[in-house]
């Protein structure tokens, strides 16, 4: 009987299937474990100018306006609320990024006042600047998806990182200092997580 080799393709083609799974599914592993969040969707705010804000007040905080993402370096805005459990764990990694001189602004979003208020009195307040979202305009403008949501703003006012999910020690030092750093920004850091 004569071979055919179009009847051994469904097996090559099957066999190259399970080889490229087998390689993806190996890389997101070591990736997830290096606290590389695989899953994340590119942000098309990166590389533009961060939109415009037209926030409301959350009580006697010092409001955020567009005019504070230009001319502070390179400074962060994060949005966050307090029904949002990954904000709480994210909480004291950005405080202490705050206590290291990283200008730090927040955005409360699609949040009761009453809420975000004792979260704050819950957690502490590190904003130096805050402003409420409450019914998701600039989240929209933005293209905030989930929360948390942390963007990376230059001196000139300019995205240059957008990063979903929260922003917690393993995270920070795994993919944002490394993105920044590749971007050519840089943060300050806590003393523990630059000796540790």
């Given at each position: 009987m004569k071979f055919n080799w179009l009847m051994a393709l469904p097996l090559i083609i099957a066999l190259g299937f399970f080889g490229v799974n087998a390689y993806k599914l190996t890389t997101t592993e070591q990736q997830?474990?290096?606290?590389?969040?695989?899953?994340?969707?590119?942000?098309?705010?990166?590389?533009?100018?961060?939109?415009?804000?037209d926030l409301s007040p959350l009580a006697n905080f010092e409001d955020l306006s567009r005019a504070d993402l230009e001319g502070n370096g390179l400074i962060i805005v994060n949005f966050w609320a307090s029904w949002c459990p990954p904000c709480r764990a994210e909480h004291p990694t950005l405080a202490a990024l705050a206590e290291a001189g990283n200008p730090l602004f927040g955005i409360n979003y699609r949040d009761r006042p009453a809420d975000a208020l004792q979260y704050l009195g819950d957690l502490g307040?590190?904003?130096?600047?805050?402003?409420?979202?409450?019914?998701?305009?600039?989240?929209?403008?933005?293209?905030?998806?989930?929360?948390?949501?942390?963007?990376?703003?230059?001196?000139?006012?300019?995205?240059?990182?957008?990063?979903?999910?929260?922003?917690?020690?393993?995270?920070?030092?795994?993919?944002?200092?490394?993105?920044?750093?590749e971007a050519g920004y840089s943060l300050n850091l806590p003393t523990d997580m630059v000796d540790g």
């Amino acid at each position: 009987m004569k071979f055919n080799w179009l009847m051994a393709l469904p097996l090559i083609i099957a066999l190259g299937f399970f080889g490229v799974n087998a390689y993806k599914l190996t890389t997101t592993e070591q990736q997830q474990s290096e606290g590389v969040d695989t899953s994340s969707l590119p942000s098309t705010r990166e590389g533009h100018p961060a939109p415009d804000l037209d926030l409301s007040p959350l009580a006697n905080f010092e409001d955020l306006s567009r005019a504070d993402l230009e001319g502070n370096g390179l400074i962060i805005v994060n949005f966050w609320a307090s029904w949002c459990p990954p904000c709480r764990a994210e909480h004291p990694t950005l405080a202490a990024l705050a206590e290291a001189g990283n200008p730090l602004f927040g955005i409360n979003y699609r949040d009761r006042p009453a809420d975000a208020l004792q979260y704050l009195g819950d957690l502490g307040n590190p904003y130096d600047r805050l402003s409420a979202d409450p019914e998701a305009r600039n989240g929209r403008d933005w293209g905030v998806i989930a929360m948390p949501e942390t963007f990376f703003i230059n001196d000139e006012g300019v995205v240059v990182l957008h990063f979903r999910g929260p922003i917690v020690r393993r995270s920070l030092l795994n993919q944002v200092v490394p993105a920044l750093q590749e971007a050519g920004y840089s943060l300050n850091l806590p003393t523990d997580m630059v000796d540790g």
